[in-house]
């Protein structure tokens, strides 16, 4: 799954990035720990050309009362095992909580890195993965939906992070899912409402592990509570060698939700 990720770019970085506009006091502080609850800027089929807030874990809108799904497998209720070799049909499109959204309400996920746990000790034993050469911020596919407590009558905008089987890099950590990463030339295809169903779930695959890497962090990651930037830090090397690069560039300050954006090798 995907649970935690960290997003600390500035507003004006994410505006240029996704060409969109903040709306007015639209007020966001650099998070290293997102967790689920928690509202996060996210770009939505609805409204394409603006950030606005929503809860990470969705309430599907015809829910009794309040829930949080975390993440949307693309399988379905296929692949039980997780074979990262499934080629098989997404049944993401069948699934009450998520054959709506996923039809039309789809959203870009902003993102400078997400966290994952080991299969068995899972946050107990975090690595921060990131995407080489700097490409950050980047999106990850994500559906939402608008669930109206019955009780008090609030509104609540919610997301789930869709995710897909592990790359090489994941099954390294070892971890057992991925979330779906898009590429630029995907984003706009994906909170288009008028892209094919077809479209869609041929972009639900993992992304290349050639231009991932990931490195070990302390567990105090696993607190909801815990934030800083303090909590990305290696506690030992990262699990592949990046010719030309080094870890603690991408944690310079001038580096994380700084740096000049880079997009080359870029799948499509």
Same mark, same amino acid.
């Given at each position: ?34 967790? /689920? ?10 409204? /394409? ?60 996920? /902003? ?62 950590? /070892? ?94």
């Amino acid at each position: 799954m995907c649970g935690r990720y960290v997003l600390a770019q500035k507003i004006e970085i994410l505006e240029e990035r996704f060409n969109v506009k903040a709306p007015e006091g639209f007020d966001f502080s650099p998070n290293f720990n997102i967790s /689920p609850g928690q509202n996060v800027p996210v770009i939505s089929s609805d409204n /394409p050309r603006q950030l606005q807030w929503m809860r990470f874990g969705m309430v599907p809108f015809w829910a009794q009362k309040d829930m949080m799904l975390i993440n949307a497998r693309s399988e379905g209720d296929r692949n039980a095992e997780n074979d990262p070799n499934y080629h098989g049909a997404k049944d993401i499109i069948t699934k009450p909580a998520f054959r709506k959204p996923v039809r039309s309400q789809r959203c870009l996920v /902003p993102a400078d890195a997400f966290i994952e746990g080991t299969t068995k000790e899972k946050l107990s034993k975090p690595f921060l993965i990131y995407l080489r050469n700097q490409v950050r911020p980047f999106a990850m596919a994500g559906i939402w939906d608008e669930w109206q407590n019955p009780v008090t009558g609030e509104i609540i905008r919610s997301f789930a992070i869709i995710t897909t089987v592990a790359n090489a890099l994941l099954r390294k950590i /070892p971890h057992h899912r991925s979330p779906v990463i898009l590429s630029p030339r995907q984003e706009q295809r994906w909170v288009d409402t008028t892209t094919p169903l077809t479209d869609i779930t041929a972009l639900l695959r993992p992304y290349d592990a050639n231009l991932m890497n990931a490195y070990p962090i302390h567990p105090a990651i696993k607190s909801p509570a815990s934030n800083g930037r303090q909590l990305i830090d290696p506690v030992g090397p990262p699990i592949e060698t990046e010719d030309g690069a080094k870890v603690t560039a991408y944690l310079k300050k001038t580096g994380m939700g700084y740096s000049k954006l880079k997009f080359k090798d870029e799948p499509e």
